[in-house]
């Protein structure tokens, strides 16, 4: 896992600190995590926008080592903000690097 450029290490760090700065689940930027439904992670990233994620997916992409293809989640999450204004990412919505 390490010749990735990035990997899941700053995913799920400091889950206690409520509302501290974390790491975007999609880019690995800075965001802010924002409280929302239990089984569920919400960041508000600079670039990614706002957006909610199933733990469940984000546990099955650690384990598997996959990350998210940036560029096309980030144009889904944009077509989807018109029908919902925080997109919510779950196994069937995730666009994986090929
Ligand atoms: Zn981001």
């Not at 800075?30 to 984000?58: K, N, P, T, V």
Request: charged letters at 20%; glycine letters at 8%.
């Amino acid at each position: 896992m390490s010749g990735l450029g990035r990997s899941w290490d700053h995913a799920l760090v400091n889950k206690n600190k409520k509302g501290a700065y974390m790491s975007c689940l999609i880019c690995a930027g800075q965001a802010e995590s924002i409280e929302c439904a239990g089984g569920w992670e919400q960041r508000q990233c600079a670039q990614c926008g706002c957006y909610r994620m199933s733990q469940a997916l984000i546990l099955t992409m650690m384990e598997e080592g996959q990350i998210f293809d940036t560029a096309r989640m980030r144009q889904w999450l944009m077509v989807s903000r018109d029908s919902m204004p925080v997109p919510s990412i779950d196994r069937a919505q995730a666009i994986l690097m090929p």
